[in-house]
């Protein structure tokens, strides 16, 4: 290790000249020609051809984004981390402007092709592959929906594995019936906060302000609780209610 690195290594490890650093630095990155210099050269940088070419492969490359797939699953261990992003996140959705912007973005065939692309490279890779399938899979109570609906000839459909969205949205209900315009969501016991079982307000709430979404959007929701599946005969007659009330 040269004297430099080490010498900043060592600036590092006392806490007093780290603080101290850390303001200096947010201090010079105040400064507005230095941001104005900073991104002219990152602009410029940008133009070459053989950059982004680099970047491009980067990006591209499926090891690259299962290790950054990595790297994010240990950030997001971090209860700040999540809390902090979660909050943004839904302050991003909740604007219709960039609700918008995403489905022009999702609508856009060039995004859609890189998508595809970068899909089929990802299939490549078979620990991508099982984990995608594990998540494509109806759950057990699913299952249970899927044999009730097929036993009733239901136009209800499992699109649980992601692949139907309430248009506008990036909702991903369990069952839907797009004419009708039914919705069914099965719901946990443990992770969405049954009343009887693990009651909890906040997932409740969730649960509430989901159901509410879709109920403005025109649809009709039912919620079946997992423990409800334990009674057959009572599950089957509840959704052959629901699925003739359209
Ligand atoms: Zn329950």
Not at 158 to 185: A, Q
């Amino acid at each position: 290790m040269n004297t430099r690195s080490e010498a900043a290594k060592k600036r590092w490890t006392n806490s007093e000249q780290r603080e101290q650093a850390r303001k200096c630095q947010t201090e010079r990155w105040m400064d507005p020609e230095l941001l104005k210099r900073h991104s002219e050269a990152l602009c410029d940088s940008w133009k070459s051809p053989e950059r982004k070419r680099e970047a491009a492969e980067y990006w591209e490359n499926g090891d690259n984004r299962i290790y950054r797939a990595g790297l994010g699953k240990k950030l997001w261990e971090n209860i700040e981390y999540r809390t902090k992003q979660t909050a943004e996140r839904k302050e991003r959705w909740s604007n219709p402007e960039y609700i918008e912007k995403m489905r022009l973005v999702n609508a856009d065939p060039v995004v859609s092709k890189k998508r595809s692309r970068i899909g089929k490279q990802l299939w490549q890779n078979p620990e991508h592959a099982k984990k995608c399938l594990h998540r494509r899979t109806p759950s057990g109570p699913e299952q249970k929906i899927i044999d009730i609906l097929k036993s009733l000839s239901s136009e209800l459909l499992y699109v649980g594995n992601g692949s139907y969205l309430i248009p506008g949205t990036r909702m991903n209900p369990d069952f839907v019936d797009k004419n009708k315009k039914l919705v069914i969501e099965v719901l946990g016991c443990f992770w969405h906060g049954c009343s009887k079982h693990y009651p909890d307000v906040r997932k409740q709430r969730q649960n509430t302000s989901r159901i509410n979404k879709l109920k403005r959007l025109g649809y009709l929701v039912l919620i079946v609780w997992e423990h409800e599946l334990k009674n057959h005969a009572k599950i089957v007659a509840k959704i052959k209610a629901f699925d003739k009330r359209r």
